[in-house]
């Protein structure tokens, strides 16, 4: 079945405790990309992807870093979680930017 | 950046009425796609729009690339209770960011 998977689903942690969130797709698609959901602001990106090794900055940034070592996985990483990143973190990805974004389930992180 | 206003935020229906929602750009875009986000789980496509002027059905629900390429509706006929959900709206210009509108949050009443 084609999708795409992230763990945690839920995470509630302590401000400065460092996490990482992971995100894994089975459909050999290039572009990946992490969203944050959060009332009234619909989705934001954080950080995108376009192939092995190339990520880039998204429009919040900021807190958050990235990697992409293989194509199917694409982990988003908070050095230092501040109480402002408590949100609904959603992993997507597809053969484009443009094209059919596939979305993971989502991970609800609250930081104390 | 590019701003992209989705209206309305909220809308509160009865089960069989018809719903319509829009988008509107600051910016001429290439692609509108729209969204549905059902409670708990992560958006799902619903329709795809790569030409001005498109107007594209999937079932119950029927999507417009305005002729102006800076605005875009969905409609949805004869709504029922699991239409429920965010609706997102998403425009890019070729070889810019893909923008997320904020969403229209429907609820239908039986």
């Known amino acids: 079945e084609a999708q795409v998977t992230q763990n945690p689903r839920y995470l509630i942690t302590v401000t400065g405790k460092k996490l990482t969130v992971t995100c894994s797709q089975n459909m050999n698609h290039e572009y990946m990309s992490w969203y944050r959901q959060d009332p009234g602001l619909g989705l934001r990106q954080i950080y995108y992807?376009?192939?092995?090794?190339?990520?880039d900055k998204g429009d919040v940034p900021e807190g958050y870093k990235v990697s992409r070592k293989e194509k199917r996985n694409f982990p988003l990483i908070l050095e230092s979680p501040s109480p402002n990143q408590t949100s609904l973190y959603f992993c997507a990805s597809g053969q484009r930017e443009a094209d059919e974004q596939y979305f993971g389930p989502g991970t609800r992180l609250t930081v104390t | 950046g590019q701003q992209l206003n989705q209206s309305p935020q909220s809308m509160f229906i009865q089960e069989g009425e018809d719903v319509s929602m829009n988008c509107t750009s600051s910016?001429?875009?290439?692609?509108w796609l729209w969204y549905k986000q059902d409670p708990g789980e992560g958006p799902v496509l619903l329709i795809a729009l790569y030409k001005a002027g498109e107007l594209t059905s999937n079932g119950r629900l029927t999507a417009q690339f305005g002729i102006t390429r800076k605005d875009s509706f969905l409609n949805i006929s004869a709504s029922i209770p699991s239409d429920v959900g965010i609706y997102f709206c998403?425009?890019?210009?070729?070889?810019?960011?893909?923008?997320f509108g904020e969403g229209t949050q429907l609820t239908v009443n039986p």
């Open positions: 910016s001429i875009f290439n692609t």
């Open positions: 998403a425009g890019q210009w070729s070889g810019s960011r893909l923008t």
């Open positions: 992807s376009m192939n092995v090794e190339v990520t």
